[in-house]
């Protein structure tokens, strides 16, 4: 095998410099370890293409079954996207660092942080938000379960809470309130309407799984 | 937030040169539970991005053979629901589920949790506090200051940044190994490697280069899974990170213990093995007593901050009931 | 259990809210919007020196940086509780001064919000700093005698008979002293502004809990016309006292939109919210009891150390409901506060009453268990009909009816006293524990006026604010009987200026002044009909009614105050003041009561504690809407369990602010936490307080949560915690 001795990369906060793992005996050591995978080290040497850098990031999307395609900064969050750029304002900013849940939206059918999702990472793939979810002025079973059990107060994770409540019937994690809870806790409520959340969820499930 | 140019390849060897064309300041994402987070903190600070998630050769899942082997881009929830690991690995699966939420779970992948970087909030949020590992040679404000949640195990006096992940404490009991590819090749490393403590560099958490990329976990299917589990004490009863928290697993033959594995989490600066616990229980039974000796064992050499001596005691009674647990699954 | 005297009717709000529908605050997003981020102090206290804009006006879609140098045309904000409208009256960004870590010293206008958040980590800032005290023990911080402080509304200590020889004199006493962290209110709902002008009219959307208070205060702040100034809050994403007053935020979204001619929005970061806006401050309450032998209590003292900001004297109230929990012969509080450098604490859920109860309701468990006597028992018989304050009657007080009831549906014959006596199938701990709650049954002036159309479709608009109490469907549903029409032909509509007068909702107040209000105006809505000629009698549809005048439409508006008010104290709410009375009023006292069951299950080997269930049972006067009214209980219960086991700052003194400000580290209880809460009510009507016999209930609902679950806690496992939040350490100490 052979190494690049003379290339001198910088590392940055997360990780060692290559020279810092030549240097170091232990990362040298195991390199033999046997049983990689099938392809040999000659293989894997094999040049590929770099990929380009891009300021800008052209995005093609289905939001809610329409498609839609942007050209993005690519720091923009699926979640500001969502609401500054195309107007769907149910989803909710309630921490923007995936530690309340209130941004819950579905990316190919499962459920995920809009704030901590880069928006250029849901390129071809499909987004459902709250404004997605009835079929026109039929409310889908989760909707109607949250009325029907009063599963909340202000309303501002409810978006959230009910797209985490499909979500978590269609994983099949609703199978009891305690594991109800143990699924939903992503998603905070500070009104305290937990109870009524998994009452709601539990009717839900019944009518989904029908 | 920091401005960042962008790459997507679509498979490994483009990545590894993407990121090696990119150089100084290009940093991976996957999930980017992590990296998105501690972006917005400004404490990753990337001039560019390689995004892998289009890397459908690190998104494979292997449990049926004699070795698991899960990719790199596998997430945290589709491992966690796998038949195997829920019957004969429960250790794996539950230190996947008991890992923040279902929607972070959804997104973050196995490689990039290996990698989580620490909750020290000095480390979190940059000015004014000093933090060795955010900026090499500030100093390290959490000693002496709120260090309940702070390492026990393994800090040094440049840094006591506790790991906050799982599921490498639960892959460090069961000798996992760690696949890596880079500009030269490909390299395999035991999860016990794969961490730093942080001695005089507390910056560098992990031994991977930059130009790395984790390609897969593999685990050998050995029988001291299936009496395993993964007990996680958090300050409340989800959503949240250990306080402190046990991998154990044990193969019992004859009714005795004939191997044993113990692994801390939430109380040290890397996942934490406990070898001499594990020692002590060999040819023994497991029982209240004996399990009591290898949780007060485990604590031994702990060194308590000013805020968390407390673990001292309760990390002992989590290895003890985690060992109780586990062999109730013999 | 008696019937609902009002029918169970469905939230109105929520179809909008399950759909995503409902637009919040900062949901607007007019055309040609510019973005703003704040870059915040790095320093405890000090001075700001010099801030250089250069990098940060060069960064591509940065429009503007705002710092102390541009504001001067902008008037200081005036605390609410000093006769403004603002939450402190420290202004960020009005001047140098920097009062605390966290607080904003740039405001960064952008045309994304990437890039205003991007700017705000390139300026470049020096400080001058000075020395700084960010909790109640530090040396630093100056306490000051509540009674002697000069507060706008001054506050006396209370003193009923000879307290201290009282005390000294009684045959079994306890003498506790109890700490609580500061806590943080954390709606869902980010604060945030969204601003824009046309013209000289300013336009605010804003989640806020205090409409009219905005309103005159931002007009204030600014030195325009407050007629020209319309602030839309229609619904609120959560508000419990953090968004009751101006935040530092709107003025400044306001003045930036204006300089700039296009509409601003700024939504404050999670992490800011810690840093900027108000909290529940940490107390230190030392409380000691006397009773007699037979349980009945001889006196009680109760001393009383409340934090508070050295910009603002935040009023400590904690006396005024200690004094009101039992018939002490004798009572003497002392309260002090203790000037710290942090933003000035203000109201949140429960504000004092969550402090006090866990004080003086521990402390009477301690009692029971010295006097060998039923903490219930021990309760009952030191009840009172009359307020040992003010010599007056309570005018309802259920409170033993509320613990007679809610022990029978705990079950708590079953409880054996003894602690560590109790075992769960897993080897868990069992602990039950009971405490009583109250807050002040308030009310205040307010306007409501209703519409009702020939198609038979009303309008209702009321004073009043929608932050998920469920006032619409409260208001809905009292009109709907009133005027015996369906709910669905009611819209009301809240929170919005250019209706009718918008008052602060807080305080429990917000039912209590909006419903006799909004029955006033059914009555004038029926007199105006019966003056058209109307035969009002006939049972006519009420559209039929309105058609038979020849109108298309009849307008009318009404007002009510509380008990004791003059009309002219409208005027106060006309202008965005606060003015609420009680819980003294003349000729009576009023409160409302909670009585709260917990059961704990404590886990020996960590000690974690869970709380699978607890019943608890209120007593608010006429329940207006029994199902928003159960969902508000159980949210308050959840706020006690959160209260109590999770939450609290953590501060670094060398440093200021708050370590753990984000809600990954701040614990707020999560669905995995919360078993099963089961509300109860008495739903007898206070007439005397108000015409629609209400009494607040957003408050009480938590009161008295934190001592239930400490009793639990020492039931199980025979440790006394007075220390809160209670974490796994608490119970691991070596027992004393």
Aim: proline share 5%.
């Amino acid at each position: 095998m052979t190494m690049n001795h003379e290339k001198e990369v910088i590392a940055d906060t997360g990780g060692l410099s290559r020279r810092d793992v030549l240097k170091g005996g232990t990362a040298l050591g195991v390199l033999s370890v046997a049983g990689f995978g099938t392809q040999s080290l000659a293989q894997a040497a094999v040049p590929s293409l770099p990929m380009a850098f891009r300021t800008e990031v052209e995005v093609a999307f289905r939001i809610n079954g329409a498609q839609t395609a942007l050209a993005l900064d690519p720091r923009s969050s699926l979640l500001d996207v969502l609401r500054d750029q195309l107007g769907l304002t149910g989803a909710k900013k309630g921490c923007d660092h995936g530690q309340c849940g209130a941004c819950t939206v579905h990316v190919d059918g499962r459920r995920v942080a809009a704030c901590m999702t880069l928006a250029v990472q849901v390129d071809d793939l499909d987004v459902t938000t709250i404004e997605g979810l009835a079929e026109g002025d039929v409310l889908h079973p989760m909707q109607q379960a949250f009325i029907d059990h009063d599963a909340l107060q202000c309303g501002y994770c409810t978006p959230g809470q009910i797209m985490a409540g499909v979500a978590c019937v269609r994983e099949g994690h609703a199978g009891s309130p305690q594991q109800i809870r143990e699924y939903m806790s992503g998603n905070l409520c500070r009104c305290g309407a937990y109870p009524g959340i998994v009452a709601a969820i539990e009717d839900a499930a019944r009518v989904m799984e029908g | 937030m920091k401005r960042f140019d962008y790459a997507r390849p679509m498979d490994l060897e483009s990545a590894v040169a993407t990121l090696s064309a990119g150089g100084e300041g290009t940093r991976l994402i996957a999930g980017g539970t992590t990296m998105f987070d501690l972006m917005k903190l400004d404490v990753e600070m990337p001039g560019r991005i390689v995004d892998i998630n289009n890397l459908s050769e690190l998104k494979t899942m292997e449990t049926s053979g004699d070795e698991l082997r899960l990719g790199a881009l596998v997430r945290m929830a589709d491992a966690a629901e796998d038949a195997r690991l829920k019957a004969e690995f429960p250790v794996l699966s539950e230190a996947l589920w008991k890992a923040a939420s279902q929607q972070l779970r959804n997104m973050a992948s196995l490689g990039g949790n290996l990698l989580q970087r620490t909750r020290c909030a000095y480390f979190r949020h940059g000015a004014p506090f000093a933090c060795n590992k955010r900026n090499p040679g500030s100093g390290c404000a959490a000693i002496g200051g709120a260090n309940r949640s702070h390492a026990l195990f393994g800090g040094s006096d440049a840094c006591i940044a506790a790991y906050p992940g799982d599921f490498a404490v639960a892959l460090i009991a069961m000798d996992a190994l760690i696949d890596v590819a880079g500009p030269q090749g490909r390299r395999t490393i035991p999860i016990a490697e794969l961490h730093r403590q942080p001695g005089t560099q507390p910056q560098h958490d992990a031994t991977l280069s930059s130009e790395e990329i984790i390609v897969q976990i593999r685990i050998p299917a050995n029988a001291v899974g299936k009496a395993s589990t993964y007990h996680k004490i958090r300050d409340r009863e989800s959503y949240a990170f250990a306080v402190v928290s046990s991998a154990a697993a044990v193969r019992i033959e004859n009714g005795v213990v004939a191997d044993a594995r113990i692994a801390l989490g939430g109380v040290a600066t890397v996942p934490w093995r406990a070898s001499r616990a594990e020692q002590a229980l060999i040819g023994r039974r497991i029982d209240a007593q004996t399990a009591a000796e290898a949780g007060r064992i485990a604590f031994e050499g702990a060194t308590p901050l000013s805020h968390n001596a407390f673990k001292i005691e309760l990390g002992a009674n989590v290895v003890s009931d985690a060992l109780m647990i586990a062999a109730g699954r013999a | 259990m008696s019937r609902n005297f009002y029918p169970e009717l469905v939230r109105v709000d929520a179809l909008d809210k399950v759909r995503g529908a409902t637009k919040f605050g900062t949901d607007n997003r007019p055309d040609n919007l510019v973005h703003g981020a704040f870059a915040v102090a790095t320093i405890g206290k000090g001075r700001v020196i010099s801030i250089d804009t250069a990098a940060a006006e060069a960064l591509p879609g940065v429009v503007s940086v705002i710092t102390h140098r541009n504001t001067t045309s902008l008037k200081p904000a005036q605390f609410l509780m000093g006769g403004g409208f603002a939450f402190q009256t420290h202004s960020p960004l009005l001047t140098d001064h920097v009062a605390y870590r966290g607080q904003p010293i740039a405001l960064v206008l952008a045309e994304t919000l990437e890039v205003a958040i991007d700017a705000t980590a390139v300026l470049q800032v020096s400080y001058e700093e000075q020395p700084f005290a960010a909790t109640i023990d530090n040396p630093l911080a100056e306490p000051i005698a509540q009674a002697e402080a000069p507060m706008r509304y001054p506050l006396e200590d209370i003193s009923v008979g000879d307290a201290p020889a009282a005390y000294e004199g009684g045959a079994v006493k306890v003498d506790s002293t109890f700490t609580m962290e500061r806590q943080f209110q954390n709606p869902m709902e980010l604060i945030g502004t969204v601003a824009a002008w046309e013209g000289d009219r300013l336009t605010i959307h804003e989640g806020t809990q205090n409409a009219g208070g905005c309103k005159f205060g931002v007009a204030d702040q600014l030195g325009i016309n407050p007629d020209n100034v319309t602030v839309i809050s229609p619904f609120i994403g959560g508000g419990f006292g953090q968004k009751n007053s101006m935040q530092s935020q709107l003025v400044l979204a306001a003045f930036a939109s204006r300089e700039l001619g296009r509409p601003v929005k700024i939504v404050v970061p999670r992490r800011q919210l810690f840093h900027d806006a108000t909290s529940r401050p940490a107390t230190r309450q030392r409380v000691r009891l006397a009773a007699n032998r037979d349980g009945r209590l001889v006196g009680a003292l109760y001393d009383v150390d409340a934090q508070t900001s050295k910009l603002d004297f935040f009023p400590a109230e904690h006396a005024d409901t200690a004094a009101r929990f039992y018939g002490y012969p004798a009572f003497k509080s002392f309260t002090r506060l203790i000037r710290t450098d942090i933003p000035t604490p203000g109201y949140m859920r429960a504000p004092f009453e969550h402090a006090t109860a866990f004080a003086i309701e521990s402390a009477m468990d301690e009692l029971a268990y010295k006097l060998d006597m039923d903490p219930i028992e021990l309760r009952l018989r030191n009840d009172t009909a009359v307020d040992v304050v003010s010599g007056l009657p309570h005018s309802s007080r259920h409170v033993a009816e509320c613990l007679r009831r809610g022990a029978e549906t705990f079950g708590w014959s079953r409880r054996d006293p003894t602690p560590r006596s109790m075992f769960a199938p897993n080897g868990d701990l069992i602990g039950m524990g009971v405490a009583i709650g109250l807050y002040s049954g308030s009310g205040g002036p307010t306007r409501a006026r209703i519409t009702a159309r020939r198609d038979g479709a009303v309008s209702l608009n009321v004073g009043v604010h929608e932050m998920g109490q469920g006032v619409l469907t409260a208001i809905t549903n009292v009109v709907s009987k009133r005027l015996g029409i369906p709910a669905s032909a009611i819209t009301a509509t809240v929170g919005v200026t250019s209706g009718v007068p918008q008052p602060l909702t807080a305080g429990s107040w917000g039912s209590a002044s909006a419903v006799p209000a909004t029955e006033a105006a059914c009555d004038a809505l029926m007199k105006a009909l019966a003056e058209a000629g109307v035969d009002i009698s006939a049972s006519l549809p009420l559209g039929e009614m309105v058609a038979r005048t020849g109108a298309g439409q009849m307008q009318v508006e009404a007002s009510s105050v509380a008990p004791g008010q003059e009309l002219q104290v409208l005027g106060r709410t006309d202008t965005g003041r606060v003015a609420p009375a009680g819980p003294v009023y003349p000729g009576f006292v009023a409160f409302s009561y909670a009585a709260h069951f917990v059961e704990v299950h404590v886990e020996g080997s960590t000690g974690r504690i869970r709380v699978p269930r607890v019943v608890s049972m209120f007593d608010c006067g006429r329940v207006l809407s029994p199902r928003t009214a159960r969902s508000q209980a159980i949210g308050g219960v959840v706020w006690g369990i959160g209260g109590t086991l999770r939450e609290g700052a953590e501060t670094d003194a060398r440093y200021g602010g708050v370590m753990n400000g984000d809600i990954a580290e701040y614990l707020i209880p999560v669905n995995a936490d919360i078993g099963s809460i089961e509300p109860g009510f008495i739903d007898e009507p206070d007439f005397q307080v108000n015409r629609s016999g209400v009494k607040g209930l957003g408050e009480v609902v938590m009161a008295g949560v934190a001592p239930a679950i400490i009793n639990a806690v020492y039931h199980a496992t025979g440790i006394r915690v007075r220390d809160l939040p209670l974490r796994l350490e608490a119970l691991l100490k070596p027992q004393a």
